[in-house]
């Protein structure tokens, strides 16, 4: 059995780092900027599919003929992404968009187009240039190519105000055999855990069947995708997919397994190193901040807990002023519908005690002061009632974050 | 009957307006700064009191003190203040100092401690500077008196990062005699709408039973303060006190009387414009908008929509940058966890139509534009879905917003 911790992740490895994986990208012009922006991914055989979607009530006509698609269970072969815009809240004309690209990428790919996913990231409410679209389409299936650079190909073309490409990847030994799980994604800003937040495509050349490889999917994104907000913002396209080609000749994954074991773990190191560079890509953000809670009294409790914290923009402007304003955490999880109170917390900033069962700690200063001008901070609040855990990834809150965000459409 | 919409709003009343009350405050220390941060109000006679206060778990000494003693149902002479310091997470030596400040305040004014209510607003988690609070105390007692110089001096001596003092108070006929209610309030950061929230002030002259002063009070609240926020943040010091002296002779106003509902429309009319003139000058913010959501399944569903879209950081700076983004409202409320879809919904910007059962409305964008650019917006989500409806009072958000509250305490 191999767990999380064990493996190594490699940044280098990107989606055609699994065998049977091409990619290839283009710029047709939804920038503004003439940056890329249309990008596809193909297996070369029929791989099995698996993905995770938003929660929200309302999603982008690509979240809805996708996941109508996986619904059926049939084999893909691949999946056709634009960013620049989000094909959200754009009505019929929206749905005809995205069953449009997955038709121009299907037909030079030579596949069906219902095996074909489709996904889109951008301004929510505008209408597609289906014409630059087609065009890009066909400019990225042109340049299909496997290797490190259509691995970034593709990785840039799915940003938008990323500031840095985000891939991982890990090797395992399944039976014998190397596999390769790897993937990209993107994301900086409308960041909120609930289900696969952003965009993430991931690919491994290992032989699992689609509803393995869906729960193993959940089982991964809810550790660490889930884990994730920046501003509390669950967005209307957000899609993480897993595509397995067998390409790597290893025995097919059974459920329950030592390999089914292996597979997961590394699949939960790759989500988790491709989550922790959302947050450390989030837009204006300077810190990481780990929030651990613990002692809840259910799980859901922990959750609300954390997520109370994590999304609390007075908590995310102290870091941002590297002020251990540990008030405002406290403060934060008790209006967070707790069944405990604060007689029986206790709050650790980056390991030292400052509240302790009501009363604040008389804490080292000069610790202190160096734990909150790291670029990682961990904050640990045990709510001394139960059992119930949870963790949350998330960043600070800064006037960069507020320049870009009040000036990003029209 | 006389109905909100009739009554006359003079932001040159405060505390001491009704009939019985005086007001003193000085300045002690608590803030570096010097300014006054010591207030105490009191009713020369026996009072009828009613408080609302914050619902957070993690609640300051000084709600607790008040809390209980409301809870006795005996009549109150007056209520004591500091901010600078919000006396909560201070373990058994904030209880402690307190109680030692009702002693103060009581010793002073010659009536018993439990007589006294307290409020505290500022930092979490220090211990309060006795020594000058006590010195405090006595000089605002000493300096109390009636009319507009001492409602200001109170309203100034409870203000934190407030850029202006807010007072409100109105006149209504009770029975043939002119009957004032009248208040001072505080607040424009960790601003959130679970009761009352912040501090607010409030005396009248007329002569109201406690149980019945209590749930016109609630009521109030409910319809005001609690419809706002600022940055989704409950304080643990929320409190908003009413106190009646029965001042202005007139008969004391029955439950489910005529005089019953023209006083609780004053009391609403005033709790209105003071938590309008908080989110008016909330931390940062250069908007008031008006969020309303009818049309929902229920109201709870409502008032979740209103709040999901009014905390959206994103929202809030396509407010900022008077950018008509209205996919992030959408967006919002799809993810604020509603039964309906976006095929039922309707969305206005300041009466205009941008969004429609699914797929947007092409506005005129001159018009946007000038909706978008003025101080109050209004906007308004009909989920199409049946009549539940919710309002919500907040403000936009902006670099200020987090300059300040990264530099706020240490």
């Known amino acids: 059995m191999t767990r999380a911790g064990d493996i190594q992740i490699d940044t280098g490895l990107g989606v055609t780092a699994p065998k049977g994986f091409r990619a290839g990208a283009a710029a047709c012009g939804i920038k503004k900027t003439g940056a890329p922006d249309v990008a596809v991914l193909v297996c070369e055989t029929d791989a099995q599919a698996a993905a995770v979607f938003t929660q929200n009530r309302v999603v982008g006509a690509p979240v809805l003929v996708s996941r109508e698609r996986l619904s059926r269970g049939r084999a893909m072969r691949g999946i056709v992404v634009n960013s620049g815009s989000a094909n959200a809240c754009t009505g019929e004309q929206g749905l005809a968009d995205a069953h449009e690209m997955t038709r121009l990428a299907a037909k030079r790919i030579g596949c069906a187009p219902d095996q074909m996913l489709v996904a889109s990231t951008g301004v929510i409410g505008k209408a597609l240039p289906m014409e630059k679209v087609k065009k ?21 073309a799915i940003m938008t105000t990323d500031t840095r490409l985000k891939q991982a990847g890990a090797q395992v030994q399944i039976g014998g055999r190397a596999v390769t799980i790897a993937g990209a994604t993107k994301g900086v800003g409308m960041i909120a855990p609930n289900m696969a937040t952003t965009l993430g495509f991931l690919a491994t050349d290992a032989s699992v069947e689609a509803p393995l490889l869906q729960a193993m999917l959940c089982r991964a994104a809810d550790a660490t995708y889930n884990c994730l907000t920046v501003d509390g913002h669950t967005s209307t396209s957000d899609t993480l997919v897993l595509m397995a080609s067998g390409g790597a000749g290893a025995e097919p994954v059974r459920e329950g397994s030592p390999e089914a074991e292996t597979f997961a773990a590394a699949l939960a190191a790759v989500c988790e190193s491709l989550a922790r560079q959302i947050v450390a890509d989030a837009e204006g953000g300077t810190k990481v901040i780990e929030i651990r809670v613990t002692g809840a009294a259910s799980e859901a409790e922990a959750h609300r807990v954390a997520r109370a914290i994590a999304d609390s923009p007075l908590v995310k402007c102290a870091f941002f002023g590297e002020d251990p ?8 999880a008790g209006a967070a519908g707790i069944s405990s109170g604060p007689e029986t917390m206790r709050l650790m900033l980056g390991g030292v005690v400052i509240f302790d069962r009501g009363a604040p700690v008389a804490a080292d200063a000069k610790r202190l002061e160096t734990i909150m001008r790291a670029h990682e901070i961990a904050v640990h609040l045990d709510l001394g009632a139960g059992t119930g855990e949870a963790r949350c990834l998330t960043c600070d809150l800064t006037d960069e974050y507020v320049r870009i965000n009040a000036h990003y459409t029209t």
């Open 136 to 156: 890009g389409i066909q400019a990225a299936c042109a340049a299909l190519a496997s290797g490190p650079e259509a691995d970034e190909a593709f990785a840039r």
């Open 325 to 332: 304003n540990w008030g405002r955490i406290v403060s934060a």
